[in-house]
């Protein structure tokens, strides 16, 4: 059984940074694709950025382009998102997710969430 569980959210200040990690456990990721979607009170649940597993390809939203950064551990099964000049429309649940038998804009795993509060 997979498990995705998220850590690192918090309460921030405009223009600050947070690292979310997501550590992944049930099988072994390297046919998977990983992303971190948010969902923000009131909107619907957006992916942020994605990434596949084994070779390391990225895609983000254009909102976060070029603030945020996704990466990953392979030796620690652990998915990164690095937040940077953090803004208030910011705050959501990022959730990390992962999928293998199909599309990772529809994934078949999601972790609980952890809550970022971005302060203006």
């Known amino acids: 059984q997979v498990q995705l569980v998220e850590s690192g959210g918090g309460l921030v200040q405009a223009g600050g940074s947070l690292r979310l990690s997501c550590l992944a456990s049930?099988?072994?990721?390297?046919?998977?694709?990983m992303a971190w979607f948010r969902q923000a009170p009131g909107k619907e649940r957006e992916l942020v950025a994605r990434?596949?597993?084994?070779?390391?390809?990225?895609y983000y939203t254009d909102s976060v382009r070029g603030r945020f950064t996704i990466f990953r551990d392979t030796a620690k099964n652990t998915l990164y998102l690095q937040m940077n000049s953090l803004k208030p429309e910011d705050t959501a649940i990022y959730y990390c997710?992962?999928?293998?038998?199909?599309?990772?804009?529809?994934?078949?795993?999601w972790g609980q969430g952890t809550q970022v509060t971005v302060s203006s």
């Open positions: 997710a992962a999928s293998g038998s199909q599309p990772i804009t529809t994934p078949e795993y």
């Open positions: 049930g099988r072994t990721f390297s046919s998977y694709a």
């Open positions: 990434i596949t597993w084994s070779v390391g390809y990225t």
